[in-house]
């Protein structure tokens, strides 16, 4: 799921109906709610302006604060990715989660680690003015390596979040960016 939503920030190297959809599924899959609901409906909106681009109005408001760019900075696709049946199906699932008081359209969020302000948990970039701070994306995901989590390749030092390093490596057995054998680090 963290590497699908990572992707996002990439969407105009990709059809961009299928990033969103793909983050939204994956979100899904991962038990992280929100995001698919969040992934999908953007995903939904795109389908939408796809299919009638005359009069395609995405609003991109929840999506200032991110390192996700604009869909009006993006080459739409000339055809959605799915079907009309598999797009429907999606239209249910946000339908049903927009009912769903326990469930909310927002992204992850997390604490700057330079400034503390509350930012977009896969940003890399603090949207903060005043601050800026600028992340390394883990080699394993592309989420921000967090200072707190930070560990790195005994090899080629790729830097990774802890968790992630060790759930790959208890996999792999090998740093993701060089192949290099690797431990676990708790």
């Known amino acids: 799921a963290k590497i699908s939503v990572s992707l996002c920030r990439y969407c105009a190297e990709f059809p961009v ?3 969103f ?10 038990s992280m709610i929100n995001m698919a609901f969040f992934f999908l409906n953007r995903f939904l909106d795109i389908a939408d302006a796809i299919e009638d681009p ?16 604009s869909p009006y900075d993006l ?15 999606i239209r249910d699932w946000v339908l049903g989660w927009s009912m769903d008081q326990s469930v909310q359209q927002r992204v992850d969020m997390r604490p700057c680690d330079k400034c ?3 930012i977009y948990a896969a940003a890399l970039v603090c949207p903060n003015d005043k601050c800026r701070h ?3 994306p883990c080699a394993v995901t592309g989420f921000p390596v967090v200072k707190k989590s930070r560990i790195e390749c005994s090899s080629c030092h790729a830097a990774c979040n802890r968790e992630d390093w060790n759930n790959w490596v ?3 057995k090998a740093c993701p960016w060089c192949s290099t054998p690797q431990n676990a680090q708790y």
């Open 17 to 19: 109906d299928r990033a």
């Open 21 to 30: 959809h793909e983050a939204g599924l994956d979100c899904k899959a991962a």
């Open 54 to 69: 005359d009069n395609a109005a995405i609003d991109n408001t929840d999506f200032l604060d991110t390192d996700i760019p």
């Open 75 to 89: 080459d739409m696709p000339d055809e959605c990715a799915l079907s009309g049946t598999q797009i429907e199906e």
């Open 116 to 118: 503390r302000t509350n």
């Open 134 to 136: 600028q992340y390394e």
């Open 170 to 172: 208890q996999v792999f």
